[in-house]
């Protein structure tokens, strides 16, 4: 698979990366033998951009990780996240960052980790401080590179100041566009990005159901684009999308990632999944190319993104 460069720190990821989060959270009941074998097999196919958190199973997630990339964890980039409270506060004061950090090295078995972000911003603890601490561990050789969750534009350059930010991550796909308003910073201070829920939690891969088919303990039952009144435009926003990729042999999936690439060369998509199957499938996305015609025609179909809010209120991300 081709390689695009993150930032400009030295930063090179396979152009499709692989999200393990599903593995442990957010989407129902899973299987760990599973999650170790997709991680294994996307390793395989040419994926070298592994992505966990700490608030992933709290400690749970890394280690699936860690076991699953252990045999080949010095060919590719790890990166993992700090911040959550276990009450879904933040906290990134110094002390916490520190205590992250040494418990996510034990839980993923590691004497590095290679992309460390801070996953949200917390508005009691100066950015300049997070990232103060971040350079600590880097100067340490401890972290390698320095990432932003969901941050905006000012946290972004005043973290930059103190730390060079190699990528921000945050929530981006054919569904869900508000980060296009801070791609131009990222551009002017050559950091990359990292799209997440690139296939917009599933709904962009032609298999979403009504929000109550859902496991109990799925998001989804919740989240705005399920729920009636938007989960049927995003449906027939979706067959429209499915019918597009059909005429180019490809699936909607592939088509999502696609175009995902096709907005940047600093962009590297993290689907996640668990199944081996939509693993060859999403990572072969990377073979897809779009034409100005095919880009055009999606516009069309979706000329701002899909319908309902990605977060309900209380989780909604604010950006400064
Ligand atoms: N920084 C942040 O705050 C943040 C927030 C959310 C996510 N993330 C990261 O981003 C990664 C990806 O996001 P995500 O997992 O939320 O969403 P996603 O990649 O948009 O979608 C994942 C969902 O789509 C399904 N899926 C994936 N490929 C499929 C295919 N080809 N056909 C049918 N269904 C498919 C998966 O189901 P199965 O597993 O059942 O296949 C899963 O339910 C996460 O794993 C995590 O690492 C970061």
Do not use: C
Request: charged share 25%; net charge negative.
């Amino acid at each position: 698979m081709k390689q695009r460069q993150l930032g400009q720190q030295g930063l090179s990821t396979s152009e499709i990366g692989y999200g393990a989060m599903g593995i442990s959270i957010a989407y129902g009941p899973s299987d760990r033998q599973e999650g170790i074998a997709t991680i294994r097999r996307a390793y395989d196919l040419g994926v070298t951009f592994f992505d966990t958190a700490e608030l992933y199973g709290w400690g749970e997630n890394e280690t699936i990780v860690g076991e699953a990339v252990a045999p080949f964890r010095d060919d590719i980039v790890l990166a993992t996240k700090f911040g959550w409270t276990r009450d879904y506060g933040q906290d990134s004061r110094p002390e916490h960052i520190r205590e992250v950090v040494e418990n996510s090295l034990r839980y993923l078995g590691v004497d590095h980790i290679d992309v460390l972000y801070q996953h949200r911003p917390d508005a009691n603890v100066p950015i300049e401080d997070v990232a103060g601490t971040v350079k600590e561990f880097i100067d340490a050789g401890t972290v390698k590179y320095f990432g932003l969750s969901e941050a905006g534009p000012d946290t972004i350059r005043r973290a930059h100041a103190v730390q060079p930010v190699s990528v921000l991550q945050t929530e981006y796909s054919l569904f869900e566009r508000t980060v296009e308003s801070i791609l131009p910073t990222l551009t002017e201070l050559g950091i990359g990005f990292v799209p997440y829920s690139p296939l917009g939690r599933g709904f962009l891969t032609g298999t979403a159901k009504p929000a109550a088919e859902y496991d109990a303990t799925d998001m989804r039952r919740t989240d705005p684009r399920w729920q009636p009144g938007n989960f049927e435009k995003n449906v027939e926003a979706t067959r429209q999308l499915t019918e597009l990729a059909a005429t180019k042999g490809a699936t909607v999936s592939q088509l999502a990632l696609a175009w995902l690439l096709a907005q940047g060369d600093q962009i590297v998509p993290i689907p996640g999944t668990r199944s081996l199957k939509r693993l060859e499938e999403n990572v072969a996305a990377a073979d897809l190319t779009l034409t100005t015609g095919d880009l055009e025609r999606i516009k069309l179909i979706l000329p701002t993104g899909g319908y309902g809010a990605r977060y309900t209120e209380a989780f909604m991300p604010t950006w400064e």
